[in-house]
């Protein structure tokens, strides 16, 4: 079957970093994203890897790594607005459609 | 900027209604996508549709259809409600590598 695996919660301190990590295991793949979700709130998109690396932007940076069928996301300079709930999902085909399997979800919470 | 719509925020239907979600789109996507999420489920894909008229089966695609007559407005049907329906059903289109999610209808089915 196809799966992805990331921790159901993270809590961390205002201004520190932390590392949402995502295994993925799925029939094909061409990308790994990721979302934030507030509470009450739409997902929004953060970022997309298609390539192993790290791509930055801003405070938020994502990684992949194809080989080792795993990614993550990095939140630095913690504040309190990023108190969210975090996708990791990935896009299995090739095709023009766009489908994504998401993860259940990581829900980090940022203490003063 | 990418603006998607669903039509109620908040919904409560009694078991055995018909009940429609509306969505709409303002940017001319061809694909557009209806997940329910539940608590510790994260989003779970009940139908996309990829063109007018074209729809796909997702993963979790029973008890529910889909309609599109036009690009812009994806619906989504459930036949005959029932209380494990209950649940936050969100819209969603798609540009590259990138989904535009709408505010979400909760649904409470009685």
Known sequence: ?112 | DVKVTQSSRYLVKRTGEKVFLECVQDMDHENMFWYRQDPGLGLRLIYFSYDVKMKEKGDIPEGYSVSREKKERFSLILESASTNQTSMYLCASVRGNEQFFGPGTRLTVL
């Open chain 1, 1 to 112: 079957g196809q799966s992805l695996e990331q921790p159901s919660e993270v809590t961390a301190v205002e201004g520190a970093i932390v590392q949402i990590n995502c295994t993925y295991q799925t029939s094909g793949f061409y990308g790994l994203s990721w979302y934030q979700q507030h509470d009450g709130g739409a997902p929004t998109f953060l970022s997309y890897n298609a390539l192993d690396g790290l791509e930055e932007t801003g405070r938020f940076s994502s990684f992949l790594s194809r080989s080792d069928s795993y990614g993550y996301l990095l939140l630095q300079e913690l504040q309190m607005k990023d108190s969210a709930s975090y996708f990791c999902a990935v896009r299995d085909d090739g095709g023009s459609q766009g489908n994504l399997i998401f993860g259940k979800g990581t829900k980090l919470s940022v203490k003063p």
